[in-house]
């Protein structure tokens, strides 16, 4: 009995122990140890799949790589360098800079030009992903944006102050440049670009206030168009050009179909957009209006999440909010039934 006991035993440690050797087998071997080449940038990362969807579980594995990345960037940043641009530096800016790059830590990793993933794996518990940047490759992405920054702000600053579409049409450009920027200093006549740009562009929306052009509050009725359109005019000072300014609207509650989401001003600074069908019941909807900044990227019609979503802070804080009501529709709906 006791012989038995004892192979059964046996058995089982070796199935067991079988497990685990296959188990070991079938990981790459990066996932037990980052690979070492100075010529690169690594990041070996992991997190849980439990209650994840694959799409979360992976988005959630590259932002983590991306910081990861990103610091050992930041980390290998000669002191040098630094401490000669900080020099230039008002305490304002130092605290927009580090601001600026602990916001870029949390971006895509999509936003690392150059970056590669090197391989992923997925257990029934954990998923593994590695990526790396070549140096070189980052240097020469580097070289290129800085440059794209300050030829765009030159176009900006040889712009009429009169013409907020044509500054923007630099700024713009020159944002997107700036913030692909990653260990370097981006510096144009002694002023930091990282702080700059935003700054200017945040100073040309103050200067193009965004309104109603009637009432922000309408009443609608559920499957139907609205029976007025949507109205803005931007109010700008005397002599400004606030012809083409893009304006988009978005829905932030409900459900709603427009004729254009997205159009531009008249010279006089005036567009609208009519509602062509309510389509959600609910009492409340809301409409957000607000210059679109995005239309300005060199390439609008690629997608950068993360940059779109700075643009999008900055012009919210200027914006409109239409309500629409539609209780009283709801009401006579429960009436009928």
Avoid: C
Wanted: hydrophobic share 40%; glycine share 4%; charged share 25%.
């Amino acid at each position: 009995m006791i012989n038995l006991t004892l192979r059964i035993k046996y058995h089982i440690f070796i199935v067991l122990s079988s497990v685990v050797i296959l188990f070991a087998q079938d990981l790459p071997d990066w996932v037990e140890e980052t690979p070492i080449d100075s010529n690169y940038y690594y990041a070996r990362e992991n997190v849980g799949v439990m209650g994840l969807s694959e799409e979360e579980y992976k988005d959630k594995a590259n932002a983590q790589a991306f910081k990861t990345i990103s610091m050992q960037i930041r980390i290998t940043v000669s002191s040098q360098a630094q401490s000669s641009f900080t020099e230039t530096m008002t305490e304002s800016d130092i605290t927009f800079k580090d601001e600026f790059e602990q916001k870029s830590s949390t971006s895509t990793i999509a936003d690392i030009q150059g970056a590669e993933m090197v391989g992923d794996h997925t257990t029934s518990t954990t998923y593994w992903v590695l990526w790396r940047l070549k140096k070189s490759v980052h240097a020469e992405n580097m070289k290129k944006f800085v440059d794209a920054a300050k030829n765009q702000y030159e176009g900006f600053i040889n712009t009429p102050s009169d013409d907020p579409v044509g500054q923007l049409q630099y700024l713009i450009p020159a944002y997107e440049a700036v913030i692909k920027v990653a260990g370097v200093p981006v510096v144009f006549d002694g002023k930091n670009l990282k702080v700059e740009i935003p700054n200017q562009i945040s100073a040309i929306l103050n200067s193009l206030r965004l309104m109603s052009d009637g009432e922000p509050e309408l009443t609608g009725k559920t499957g139907y168009p609205l029976g007025r359109p949507l109205k803005v005019k931007v109010k700008a000072g005397k002599n400004m050009n606030v012809a083409d300014i893009p304006i988009i609207f978005l829905v932030e509650s409900g459900e709603l179909a427009f004729s254009q989401d997205m159009v531009l001003t008249s010279s006089s600074g005036r567009t609208s957009t009519k509602v062509t069908n309510i389509l959600s019941r609910r009492s409340v909807q809301q409409v957000r209006a607000m210059i679109d900044l995005k239309e300005w990227r060199e390439d609008h019609l690629s997608k950068l999440v993360s940059f779109e979503k700075r643009l999008y802070e900055i012009s919210r804080a200027n914006s409109v909010l239409f309500t629409l009501d539609i209780k009283q529709v709801t009401q006579e709906k429960i009436a009928v039934i």
